[in-house]
């Protein structure tokens, strides 16, 4: 997938190949740490074209909200490493809004037999990964305050500007193309995530 760039540089756009290179250049100049998340599109243009010129094939994992171990609970992203990370030292979790925001939470260990299952299975197809359940922010918190015996209250705050209210995933293309389903019970999740935390010293 880094043929373009790599040979040609990102200055250059050989003639006959500028809108396959136009892409990737575009993914350059964004520095060193390119912003895939808003430039998906055009990946998996590039992808299909790819795949139409060279033969590559691809399968494309679309992922919801993935959580469990290892995950930085210092980010600005991920809330249940986050409120894991205040909660084992007795702090309280601040969240925005009404707390009613709804995500689809997916286990890392069901993301990673996912993408092995897409080594082998669904050529050129795009699929969603999630479990299908949306899951709110109000969830989390009991769900947290269940496993740690933790007895304070979550702090509400402003919510922030055009935060989505719900966003949950029909993986439904994920069971007839990779034959792949989630595995992990939320709950469980979570407990494995706060053991590995307390095991880490997070």
Do not use: C
């Amino acid at each position: 997938m880094l043929r373009y760039p790599n040979v040609y540089g990102p200055r250059q756009n050989p003639h006959g190949e500028a809108g396959v290179n136009a892409i990737f250049i575009g993914l350059m100049l964004h520095g060193r740490r390119p912003r895939i998340f808003g430039d998906g599109e055009q990946v998996r243009d590039y992808l299909y074209v790819g795949k139409l010129l060279h033969g590559l094939d691809y399968t494309v994992l679309r992922y919801p909200n993935v959580y469990g171990p290892r995950q930085n609970p210092h980010g600005e992203a991920g809330v249940n490493a986050i409120f894991i990370g205040l909660m084992l030292h007795g702090r309280r979790p601040r969240i925005f809004g009404d707390g009613e925001q709804v995500r689809d939470y997916l286990y890392v260990g069901d993301v990673v037999e996912a993408n092995l299952l897409a080594l082998g299975r669904g050529s050129g197809e795009i699929v969603n990964l999630g479990t299908g359940v949306g899951t709110s922010v109000n969830d989390i918190v009991r769900e947290l305050k269940r496993i740690l015996g933790f007895e304070a209250e979550a702090i509400y705050d402003a919510p922030r500007p055009g935060e989505v209210r719900r966003i949950y995933l029909d993986a439904s293309r994920a069971k007839r193309v990779l034959g792949w389903e989630p595995r992990t019970p939320f709950a469980q999740g979570l407990e494995q995530t706060v053991a590995w935390s307390r095991e880490a010293g997070v």
